[in-house]
């Protein structure tokens, strides 16, 4: 059995400033291609059979710079994209915070979730059940 490796895509200006991004395309800053060209020496020992990536142009770029030659028949899954923030979508948690005290994304109504829940790793495990659900939220 293979190994499932992860990857979160490099900086982007507004994951450098603290804005929650979901479905903003915004692309990788200089320090984010950076960190994903670092990736490419430990991933080039790997044997890579898949590569999924969201849409997003932050996603496609890191799978390109961390992957090299293995990203480039990478499917792109609109099941991958990041949360959609709604009407938060660009603003900072403190921003969020200052019209709806106590906003912790965890515990945030379900209407700024995901639109579509994620099928691509049950599919791809082959199994139903299979990371179903949301993560847990951290305790505070």
Avoid: C, F
């Avoid at 900086?11 to 320090?31: K, Q």
């Avoid at 915070?97 to 979730?113: D, V």
């Avoid at 790793?121 to 990371?131: C, D, L, T």
């Amino acid at each position: 059995m293979g190994d499932l490796i992860l990857l979160r895509h490099g900086e982007t200006e507004w994951s450098r400033i603290g804005r929650h991004t979901g479905r903003t395309d915004i692309p990788l800053t200089a320090a984010g291609e950076a960190a994903a060209a670092a990736l490419a020496p430990l991933l080039a020992k790997r044997q890579i059979v898949a590569v999924l990536t969201s849409p997003a142009r932050r996603a496609t770029r890191t799978a390109e710079l961390a992957l090299g030659g293995a990203a480039a028949g990478a499917e792109r899954d609109p099941d991958l994209w990041e949360w959609d923030y709604g009407g938060y979508e660009g603003m900072t948690t403190d921003q969020i915070q200052a019209s709806r005290p106590g906003w912790y994304l965890w515990r945030h109504p379900r209407r700024y979730r995901p639109s579509r829940r994620n099928r691509t790793i049950r599919r791809r495990a082959g199994r139903p059940g299979a990371g179903a659900g949301a993560p847990a939220a951290p305790r505070r």
